[in-house]
């Protein structure tokens, strides 16, 4: 199992929930966390073969920002 952290830019809960369901549609995220409180607002992944880039261009159709640290 790997552990991705990713930069992002959601503010508050709203924005967690539009981006759940991309979180939830890749089989390969285990498991994840938003730390809003963090200065880069982190976004923790355990993945098993999930495709970050796909989730960081998904991100961003939904007009957010992720960056994969």
């Known amino acids: 199992m790997e552990l991705i952290k990713i930069k992002t830019n959601l503010s ?18 285990i498991d994840y966390k938003i730390d809003l409180e963090h200065p880069d607002k982190l976004l923790t992944l355990s993945s098993e073969g999930a495709d970050i880039d796909a989730l960081i261009s ?6 957010y920002q992720a960056k994969k640290l």
């Open 12 to 29: 508050c809960k709203h924005c967690v929930m539009k981006v759940e369901p991309l979180l939830k549609r890749d089989k390969g995220i």
């Open 58 to 63: 998904d991100f961003k159709n939904a007009g």
